[in-house]
């Protein structure tokens, strides 16, 4: 045999060995520590709430999701053939002392940048012509979901005219 056979074939012994000590090496790599793990827990829808009310700062009707555990979260609704749906923005600032737990306290609201004033009217207008509304939320955390369909019935909101129109809270867990 000529040399460049013998490197040729060194070659290919050298390759098989990496690649078989690759793959025992990645057999017996210890799991990382507990604190590093992800969670398993998916995150979890807890309340929607639609509400309404004129003169205060900011807009007049108000849909929110608050959930546990998660990283984005996502609305979508339709109502005699239309569709909207939108991603939510998660509101740091706004606080529901009701909702027992840190994570689930603050909501998350459609963008009304993108999609979220169409989410809400559509609301709006399903509440008022059928006296019900039918919203989907997403909530997501890497990659575990909890997909919803929340059923928004005007018979069970609160209703306070003209200070609180329209005031529901619908609890999903």
């Known amino acids: 045999m000529r040399a460049t056979e013998w490197s040729y074939i060194a070659g290919r012994v050298l390759v098989a060995v990496l690649i078989a000590s690759g793959v025992l090496a990645g057999a017996v790599v210890p799991p ?3 604190g590093a793990q992800r969670s398993e827990r998916p995150p979890k829808l807890i309340q929607l709430s639609y509400d309404e009310s004129s003169g205060d700062i ?20 339709s109502y005699n053939e239309h569709r909207a749906s939108a991603p939510g923005k998660y509101r740091p600032n706004i606080t529901d002392t009701d909702i027992h737990g ?5 909501p998350w609201i459609p963008d009304r940048d993108h999609g979220g ?10 509440l008022f012509h059928r006296g019900f509304a039918k919203v989907s939320v997403h909530a997501r955390s890497d990659d575990l979901v909890d997909a919803v369909r929340v059923r928004i019935d005007r018979s069970d909101c609160a209703s306070d005219p003209p200070l609180y129109p329209v005031s529901c809270e619908v609890r999903v867990s």
């Not at 900011?58 to 608050?66: K, N, T």
């Not at 840190?102 to 603050?106: D, G, L, M, N, T």
Request: net charge positive.
């Open 32 to 34: 990382p520590p507990a």
């Open 58 to 77: 900011g807009p007049d009707r108000q849909l929110a999701a608050f959930a546990r555990r998660t990283n984005s979260l996502r609305f979508a609704t």
């Open 102 to 106: 840190e994570e689930a306290s603050h």
């Open 117 to 126: 004033r169409r989410v809400v009217r559509l609301v709006h207008r399903s």
